[in-house]
């Protein structure tokens, strides 16, 4: 089994691919640009005795998307589960936020759900099976202040998850989102401490999520546990929502 992952050299996307590894697929990572991380994740990946497999691309392209699927196909000769991970935030109130700033986080995280899928649905309808697990966020169901443009893209991925989980069904291709609350990671890390702490203190279960607590359920929605689920959006986040 072939799994294909993007932006997942770090935080929720990297141990996804671990957990995933840890369960016998064959990984693609998709990044974005070379750093000196994508050697220890290849490492690790394979330690749990898989193929790695590294493509490197910016997924609000729909060349670069093209490109990389391409390459994914002919090293693996398929793809069974697709995870739409990479994302960006670009927070701000609306009063200030910049055209550009709205733009390029739907670009990314919404067109860039678009552009990755675009390209894999045709190898899924053909070999008649497929998974595929969108990173939405609690802020896409619930909203959040100083978030117009994360949360119009991550309420964008659960409609295009509902939407594309009724189109693909007869091929069965299962479409279903994530919706994390705040998880610890490099994109949490730069909030303040006081933030951190009035954060904590309204989830329920009183402290942040970790990556693996995410990977946990997108391996539940990959694995053979949950053949009848499609269209779902799974919030993961310690009681907030
Ligand atoms: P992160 O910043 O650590 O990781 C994001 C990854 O996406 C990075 O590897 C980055 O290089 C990659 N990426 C960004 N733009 C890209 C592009 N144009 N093309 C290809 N790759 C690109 O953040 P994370 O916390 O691990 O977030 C992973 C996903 O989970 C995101 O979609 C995020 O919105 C979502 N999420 C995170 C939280 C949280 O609290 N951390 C909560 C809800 C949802």
Redesign the pocket.
Known sequence: MIAFI?????????EIALELSKRGFDIAV????ETSELEEVKKEIEENGVKSFFVQ????SFE?CEKMVENVEKEFGKIDVLV??????KDGLIMRMKKEDFESVI???LT?TFNVTRNVIPYMIKQKSGRIIN?????GVAGNAGQTN?SAS?AGIIGFTKSLAKEVASRNILVNAI??????????KVLPDNVKENINSQIPLKR??T?KE?AKVVAFLAGEDSTYITGQVINVDGGMI
């Open positions: 993007t932006g997942a050299t770090r935080g929720i996307g990297k998709n990044y974005r640009k691309g910016d997924v609000s670069d739409n991970n990479a994302g960006i935030t670009d990314v995280n860039g990173i939405s966020s609690v802020v994360y991550k919706a994390p609350g705040f998880i610890n990671t490099d994109m949490t942040m999520g990556a995410v």
